[in-house]
């Protein structure tokens, strides 16, 4: 089965026909729409959508092995796919933790046999997330899930010792280390950020400080070992100064943004609603802005979702009781379209950009964010930026309920998302082979 | 009043409506029979997560004299430990027909979320939350200012005057001293000492004053003797924990001494004070560590009669949330024929 894709305007540019068949893309403009009326020819009008590569986030937790209540692979991945990825790099804290090869390849053949989206394992630094001791990272590298990004996400790796060392034993397989940047005795019980808002409501601050002295220390290091080192979800307007700083000296240093620290403030905590706790935490408008001017002048490398599912247990009580986190992967795309695109801060080749070419070369994927070209995997995303939507959580195909966005009207939705060449999404909604093909 | 979560909660006309009818009540409780039948039939539930037998007292006691049923529930730990969500408890408690859910609990925030979660439709009157809010405990400081001090800082005499029925705490100047970032009784304080025209000076050490008071609507000072040589109207002095010493509590402080030394209220600090200044603490009290025995038995304190005038403020509180009585702009001018029936 080949698709036809009909005036689709690739990274926003001039209408054009692409044609995927065999897994690629095989022709592009009239060579393409030559292919119309063809025997196993689908053809899909895309007038009005933009193509970009599939989407490929660097940093989702898909619960699964352990909390299959939050999250499965399979639920995880279909969500992706319908955001409009084609493409999850898969956090370690899962239980047990993802840092051995044998549990890398399982979650690996799990995202292989769901089929929604390639699900790329991100190996743990330390063996069970406790940062005392190097997980074997080699064997994860070398495994058939082919690790290349490692991170203690959800814990920081704070002890500097074995920081430098996983950065430098990284460096014989191309490895990046992502690090959760978060000094653990500064933020001890902490729940929200610190500021005028903890004061009031009475909950205990995570100040900006514990985030920004693990970045300077780790660009420092990054320097002085020469490896690489990729900073997660950046959300105060210092880390973005200091990132901007650590780039300006040449230090190999890439850095993420979520959607909801580009959109979201800690004056939210004022409702006590725990879908607004996550970590780390939602910081002030002043920081938001940061992090925007960050994203717009390359500062900060891509978005990531963070998306971070929970059960509605862990969610539906008092603010101290509940989990830091937030889902993200049906809302991303429309959030960065709002706050990047639709204000003119950015193009939708830059979105591509953020979204798909640089987190797929931070991961070192082969196979996808690659140009929309004759001969490239056909991973395409297509969307429609002029639709709006609003956020029902209980109708976004993730396992867990926690959007922060639930109620919001959102510009752009995804219409189709084809993973080499077969469609995970069309029309909106799932495809039903997907499953199916592996 | 439909809940009481937060002193922020209350705009001037409702918090001196509170506190004339603390008034009332107060004035019931010098009558040899002490119990009123206004909330006869109503059920009001205790529900502490945090061991506070002096608040639980008072409100139990404010429910008994007000002749509703009161059911003690004492949940000790967080939800989590426990095993039981608050939402469980709470419903379960409504399914036993309680009208008010009174609520203490370590986390900041749980009565909001009892209040507006939708998981009960009960009123919700915060007992203390975490270090957020504790809004009776500050009806009850008000109240007790009020009683002592007049607009501009003339002690009151006796309790022949008027005790200040229909006023608030225009001009008087409040002096709240010790551990700010870890108290919600300073927090409730702050807003409902400045919504009744009071000047509010927070005093502690460095380490205990919280990031983002500058958004307070109160000054901030480091030195106990600075703000006392500028002859605070009342001098409010808050529990400090000795657990806040040790690197395990976070390291506050260096030692209870010097605590005690530089924040301490003792007899050299309050024989510096105006003659009409009150002292007054929240208790329990540790003493000699943030007042010294000779501060907490001088004359001028206050500490014990705030216990008297919580019970008061809580009927005052239960009254008005439990009868339905209309507040603020929408209530009768203070003193009002239904609230003397209330009080009869």
Known sequence: MSYLLRAVSPLGGAPTDLLLAKGVIAAVGAEATAAAGERGVTVVDGSGLVALPGLVDL????????????????????????????????????????????VVEQVWRLGR????ADVFPVGAVSVGLAGEQLAELGAMASSAARVRVFSDDGRCVHDPVLMRRALEYVKAFDGVVAQHAQEP????????????????VGLQGWPAVAEEAIIARDVLLVAHVRSRLHVQHVSTAGAVEIIRWAKSRGINVTAEATPHHLLLTDELARTYDPVYKVNPP??????VDAVRDGLADGTIDIVA?????????????????????????????????QVMVDTGRMTWADLARVMSVTPARIGRLEQHGRPLAVGEPANVTLVDGAARWTVDPDRLATGSRNTPFGGRELPGRVVATFLRGKPTVL????AREAGMHA | MRHLLSAADLDRPTAIQVLDTAAQMAATQAREIKKLPTLR?????????????????????AAKRLSADVINFAAKGSSVSKGESLKDTAQTLQAMGADAVVIRHPASGAPHSLAHCGWVDTSVINAGDGTHQHPTQALLDAFTIRRHLSPGGVRRVGADGDQGVGGGLD????????????????????????????EVTLVGPPTLVPIGVEAWPCQTSYDLDGVLATGPDAVMMLRVQRERMGAGGGGFFPSPAEYMHLYGLDARRIARLPEHSIVMHPGPMNRGLEISADAADSPRSVIVEQVANGVAVRMAVLYLVLAGVPTGDAAPAAGSADAKGAAR
Do not use: Y
Request: proline residues 3%; aromatic residues 4%.
């Open chain 1, 59 to 102: 940093h989702t937790h898909l619960r699964e092995p352990g909390r299959e209540d939050a999250e499965t692979i399979e639920s995880g991945t279909r969500a992706a796919a319908l955001g409009g990825f084609t493409a999850v790099h898969a956090m370690a804290n899962t239980t047990p933790v993802a840092d051995t090869a044998g």
């Open chain 1, 113 to 116: 046999a769901a089929g929604w």
């Open chain 1, 185 to 200: 005795r500064l933020t001890a019980g902490a729940q929200m950020h610190e500021g005028i808002v903890s004061a009031e």
């Open chain 1, 282 to 287: 939602l910081r002030t408008q002043e920081d």
């Open chain 1, 305 to 337: 979702t963070d998306h971070a599912p929970h059960p509605r247990e862990d969610k539906d009580c008092e603010w101290a009781a509940a989990a830091f986190g937030m889902t993200g992967l049906e809302t991303a795309l429309s959030i960065v379209q």
């Open chain 1, 427 to 430: 029309d909106g909604a799932p």
């Open chain 2, 41 to 61: 039939g109503k059920t009001v539930v205790n529900l502490f997560f945090e061991d506070s037998t002096r608040t639980r007292i008072s409100f139990e006691t």
């Open chain 2, 171 to 198: 001009g008087l100047r409040v002096a709240i001293v010790g551990d700010i970032l870890h108290s919600r009784v300073v927090r409730s304080n702050v807003q409902l000492l400045t919504t009744l025209g009071a």
